[in-house]
């Protein structure tokens, strides 16, 4: 079979995680069948489906790499094909006009559901039936002539050749109608698979009230989009053993509906993190500077004066301790800036202690005095002070940390000195030594 998935999204002005994860679930199983992907906006309602709302959705799906094989339909150019469908089913007998209430509106036209129980097998839950006497007619064409979503979506799939229709769970009512539609217009019934909902750690549906909920939202916090890709399609799936970090021609290659789980999937923002972090870890250096770079002009500290090497050193040297990019400015920014905010409660714990600023004073004149400023050199140095005063390292670590980059952790204190430089971190542990004595 010649697979075709389609994502068919009501464009809002949103993309919400739950349908950018049924456009993923899409594509990966066209992907693993070498079928095509295919995108249908159904832009019927056209107070919400607004040209910036169409844009949003389409940067989305850009964003996230889920790009279409075909030029994408938009339901909206569709109308008439709609309305002579209904014409047709009038014609056969599966569908009547009726004129609510007599309200002088004109005549909706409402399909007739067929008197046996409704039942398809969904590739996810397995049967599912609907018993006749629960199945209610329906309207497929309202009083002021326009075509009903049930109506528009099942013509547009026929269109479109769709083989599997890959969809939230919330729209299974809706598919016993689709089905007897499909039936009644003697066109082939697509397989369809449900998805779980994405839920909260209620079990309630995952909304913006719980956390980001937009993929633009994921896009302005740093997030990459591998990563967020990575974590929507574990959501609901599994590759059958424990693998985590996957690539998408792994995924591609290990796509199942048979291991999509039938039951609600919790959201869990700390494991998105995690694997965000994941991802940065791994990322090639380049990308990593172009994405640190932008933050930083975000936040108005980026200028081009800034020296490419030692840019590029910062942000291998933060690499491991960004769990997102918007965390580089507030986590390096003292690299970057004289102008940097101080801890107050590492300034007291460090700075404010017995004979702190003293030994931080004695650790800035041997600095001062070393021929050569690298880590190996500045951590011998602190060391043998420490030896000397008797105190432990960190009694001299802790200090200079705080001194010179206001945080209370970081980096690697001597790598980030090293980094900083002698003429930085003299005048940053002068400064200190004046402003806490
Ligand atoms: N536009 C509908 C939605 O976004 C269509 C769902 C579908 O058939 O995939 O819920």
């Known amino acids: 079979m010649n697979v075709r998935t389609r994502f068919a999204p009501s464009p809002s002005g949103h993309v919400h995680i739950g349908n950018i994860r049924a456009a993923i679930f899409n594509w990966l199983f066209s992907r693993h069948h070498g ?25 989305a799906l850009a964003w996230l790499n889920l790009d279409p094989d075909e030029e994408p339909l938009y339901q909206s150019s569709r109308m008439e094909a709609h309305l002579a469908a209904a014409d047709r089913l009038l014609a056969g007998g599966h569908a009547y006009r009726d004129d609510k209430g007599a309200t002088g509106q004109g005549e909706a036209i409402v399909f007739r559901m067929p008197d046996h129980d409704m039942v398809f097998v969904d590739e996810i839950k397995g049967e599912l039936r609907k018993p006749a006497e629960s ?48 039936q009644a217009l003697g066109a082939d019934v697509p397989r369809f698979a449900h998805l779980p909902m994405i839920v909260n750690d209620r079990g309630r549906p995952y909304s913006k009230r719980d956390g980001d909920a937009f993929v633009g939202e994921f896009k302005a916090n740093g997030c990459l989009p591998e990563a967020l890709f990575n974590y929507l399609a574990l959501l609901g799936w599994s590759p059958g053993d424990d693998r985590e970090i996957m690539r998408r021609d ?20 700390k494991k998105l993190e995690w694997m965000n972090a994941e991802y940065i870890r791994r990322l090639p250096i380049d990308d990593l500077f172009a994405a640190c770079r932008t933050t930083l002009a975000d936040h108005g500290m980026w200028s081009e004066d800034l020296d490419r090497a030692y840019v590029l050193a910062v942000v291998e040297t933060m690499r491991e301790r960004i769990k997102r990019f918007d965390d580089f400015p507030g986590a390096a920014g003292f690299f970057f800036s004289e102008d ?37 050199s500045l951590e011998t140095t602190l060391r043998a002070l420490a030896e000397e005063r008797g105190v432990g390292a960190g009694d001299l670590v802790h200090p200079a940390r705080v001194a010179v980059s206001g945080q209370a952790g970081g980096p690697g204190l001597f790598e980030m000195l090293a980094l900083l430089g002698r003429a930085r971190v003299l005048g940053r542990i002068d400064r200190a030594l004046a402003r806490f004595a």
């Open 250 to 269: 792994e995924m591609v290659a290990a796509f199942s509906l048979d291991r999509v789980q039938s039951s609600p999937a919790q959201m869990d923002l």
């Open 35 to 59: 079928g095509a992907f295919l995108l249908r906006i159904e832009d019927t309602d056209r107070d919400r489906s607004t040209p910036t709302a169409i844009q949003t959705l389409l940067d």
């Open 135 to 182: 199945a209610k007619d329906f309207v497929i064409v309202r009083s002021n002539g326009t075509p009903v979503f049930h109506l528009a979506n099942v013509l547009d799939d026929i269109e479109m050749s769709v083989t599997h229709v890959i969809r939230g769970d919330d729209h299974i009512e809706n598919t016993y109608r689709h089905v007897a539609l499909y």
């Open 340 to 376: 940097f905010p101080y801890d107050e409660k590492a300034v007291r714990k460090r700075l404010k202690k017995e004979g702190a600023l003293e030994g931080l004073a004695t650790l800035r004149d041997r600095f001062a005095g070393l021929p050569d400023f690298d880590a190996g």
